[in-house]
């Protein structure tokens, strides 16, 4: 397969604290981005983090890449109520377009 | 903009008949995509259009799938026969996708199939 896979599949937080989910693939990619899924709805784009990048940060959220082991976090700071959804890799390989979806990452925050 | 419209949100269907799902990419985008979401499987790549071209259907499970892309503005996906095992949200995503394809998805808000 070549989708990624994320790690924990669900996490569950009170509000205020900080979320991490991780993101491991497993061939070479453009790039890396994250995206954002409530329920019932589709994905949303989040961030986009290049291959030639080591992190990035939009707002509260902060991404890491890690070409040499294959894997990228996202770390979400003070978490309200409002994150609560699930949270997906996607990888564009090198040499395509085409982006493959990981296992995705089920987020609860409790107010 | 009205971003990726999907057709129908909903569709309940008798094992055996055909099912069509639609979908208009946001105007501009060179690239559309549709995905399965399933709990087992997860979000599947089906099939990749550039340019109203099919680059990769290499994800289309079964000759009972196939896709269109007539013109840039509408897509279509059909299963004939429909089978239960096909139940799934089905989404379309769109792209703007530069060369080194750093563009982002668009999704659509999912048609949802249940085959009985």
């Known amino acids: 397969s070549q989708q990624g896979e994320e790690d924990p599949q669900a996490l569950s937080i009170q509000e205020g604290e900080n979320a991490t989910m991780n993101c491991s693939y497993k061939?070479?990619?453009?790039?890396l981005q994250w995206y954002r899924q409530n329920s019932g709805r589709g994905l949303v784009h989040l961030i986009l983090i290049r291959s030639n990048e080591r992190e990035k940060h939009s707002g509260r959220l902060r991404v890491t890449l890690d070409t040499s082991k294959k894997s990228s976090s996202l770390l979400i700071t003070a978490s309200r109520a409002a994150d609560t959804a699930s949270y997906f890799c996607?990888?564009?390989?090198?040499?395509?377009?085409?982006?493959?979806f990981g296992t995705g990452t089920s987020l609860t925050v409790i107010p | 903009d009205a971003g990726v419209i999907q057709s129908p949100r909903h569709e309940v269907t008798e094992m055996g008949q055909e099912v069509t799902l639609r979908c208009k990419p946001i105007s501009g985008h060179n690239s559309l995509f549709w995905y399965r979401q399933t709990m087992m499987r997860g979000l599947e790549l089906l099939i990749y259009?550039?340019?109203?071209?099919?680059?990769?259907d290499s994800g289309m499970p079964e000759d009972r799938f196939s896709a269109k892309m007539p013109n840039a503005s509408f897509s279509t996906l059909k299963i004939q026969p429909s089978e239960p095992r096909d139940s799934a949200v089905y989404f379309c995503?769109?792209?703007?996708?530069?060369?080194?394809?750093?563009?982002?998805?668009?999704f659509g808000e999912g048609s949802r199939l249940t085959v009985l």
């Open positions: 259009f550039n340019n109203n071209v099919p680059i990769d």
């Open positions: 995503a769109s792209s703007s996708i530069s060369t080194g394809g750093t563009g982002e998805l668009f």
């Open positions: 996607a990888t564009v390989f090198l040499g395509g377009n085409q982006f493959y």
């Open positions: 061939t070479s990619i453009n790039n």
